[in-house]
């Protein structure tokens, strides 16, 4: 089974859920805030840890990416940064994939005491990972596929 035909799959059962019609925008928006409610110190979202914080951020820009428009520029312009920062410092192109992985152990790898800087990170990685292409990009196929089943 392909990654669309999978997603086509799950549209199909998602479409007499019980919640509702739901878009990538939408799904977007609830990721986002279910990052924001839960780096802020909400009694009921727990974003405790910065693996947390990294996957939700890595989440919340795949399916923004995926959705386009508003949110797709707003975690661009986050991820411009360390894409801009790894060419300058390596003298060259380190390539996407490595971009990637280097952005993900700067989210990973240090202690945080402030858990903004590795959903930040995660935020940019998940837009690297999708302009990595490859394996990298399964997220951001899925998410393409759902979005053209539903609009």
């Not at 890595?58 to 312009?77: E, K, N, P, R, Y």
């Not at 390596?90 to 402030?114: E, F, H, M, Q, Y």
Request: hydrophobic content about 50%; charged content about 10%; aromatic content about 8%.
């Amino acid at each position: 089974m392909t990654a669309h035909e999978i997603a086509a799959d799950v549209i199909l059962a998602a479409g007499a859920g019980f919640a509702g019609p739901m878009t990538l925008s939408g799904l977007s928006m609830v990721s986002g805030a279910v990052l924001l409610f839960g780096l802020r110190g909400s009694d009921t979202i727990k974003i405790d840890n910065k693996k947390k914080a990294t996957g939700w951020g890595i989440t919340f820009s795949t399916l923004a990416v995926a959705a386009g428009s508003t949110f797709a520029d707003a975690v661009q312009g986050v991820a411009e940064v360390p894409v801009t920062v790894a060419g300058a410092m390596s003298g060259g192109d380190p390539g996407l994939g490595c971009t990637a992985i280097g952005v993900t152990l700067c989210a990973l790898g240090p202690r945080w005491k402030n858990l903004w800087w590795p959903a930040l990170y995660g935020i940019a990685a998940g837009v690297i990972y999708t302009q990595a292409g490859g394996g990298w990009a399964v997220g951001q196929t899925i998410g393409l596929a759902i979005a053209q089943k539903i609009g």
